[in-house]
T-cell receptor, first 112, second 113 residues
Framework: GQQLNQSPQSMFIQEGEDVSMNCTSSSIFNTWLWYKQDPGEGPVLLIALYKAGELTSNGRLTAQFGITRKDSFLNISASIPSDVGIYFC????????????FGQGTTLQVKP | ETGVTQSPTHLIKTRGQQVTLRCSSQSGHNTVSWYQQALGQGPQFIFQYYREEENGRGNFPPRFSGLQFPNYSSELNVNALELDDSALYLCASNRMDREDTQYFGPGTRLTVL
């Protein structure tokens, strides 16, 4: 079935460092989404990407929709302790089904 | 604050029992989707409801069923609970013209013993 591959699986960084994570697929998708999930909570939408090549920022977060429509990356600049959590990429499987496919997640830990 | 609310927060059931989980969608959203998230995994799509009808379904058996009400709130029902049904159940809502941008509630943690 459809699968998204996220890397790295986990990261342990020092506060203030920049972070980069990415997500790839063997299939083309027209919408890429990045979510953050805190323990015991639902995923929170960070950035939505709708156009190939699009680069979108949300505060210290920047995400890009790959030109091939098969990948996306998320960068976090100057990390802070509250950036800790699990980051998921997701794609819209097809129109009119409502189905989002999620990656396995990247767990981020930030050392103060 | 996404505006999507779910109840209850936690629930413990035994094998074979039935459970109903509830969701209120974000204001202005007319579409609700349900996801199952096992520990350490990403959410898995169960189904979506629009205009009180099932609009799409993932790879889940018929004992997973749902309802959507005229006020766009929704229920997820699971019959004949199995141990593997233990998971975080997430509800997400969206506008039908922006169905790829879904906003999630905090989830219901279901434990089946």
């Amino acid at each position: 079935g459809q699968q998204l591959n996220q890397s790295p699986q986990s990261m342990f960084i020092q506060e203030g460092e920049d972070v980069s994570m990415n997500c790839t697929s063997s299939s083309i998708f027209n919408t890429w989404l990045w979510y953050k999930q805190d323990p015991g909570e639902g995923p929170v939408l960070l950035i939505a990407l709708y156009k190939a090549g699009e680069l979108t920022s949300n505060g210290r977060l920047t995400a890009q929709f790959g030109i091939t429509r098969k990948d996306s990356f998320l960068n976090i600049s100057a990390s802070i302790p509250s950036d800790v959590g699990i980051y998921f990429c997701a794609v819209a499987f097809s129109s009119n089904t409502g189905k989002l496919i999620f990656g396995q997640g990247t767990t981020l830990q930030v050392k103060p | 604050e996404t505006g999507v609310t779910q109840s209850p927060t936690h629930l413990i059931k035994t094998r074979g029992q039935q459970v109903t989980l509830r969701c209120s969608s974000q204001s202005g959203h007319n579409t609700v989707s349900w996801y199952q998230q096992a520990l350490g995994q990403g959410p898995q799509f169960i189904f979506q409801y629009y205009r009180e009808e099932e609009n799409g379904r993932g790879n889940f058996p018929p004992r997973f069923s749902g309802l959507q009400f005229p006020n766009y709130s929704s229920e997820l029902n699971v019959n004949a609970l199995e141990l593997d049904d233990s998971a975080l159940y997430l509800c997400a809502s969206n506008r039908m013209d922006r169905e790829d941008t879904q906003y999630f509630g905090p989830g219901t943690r279901l434990t089946v013993l």
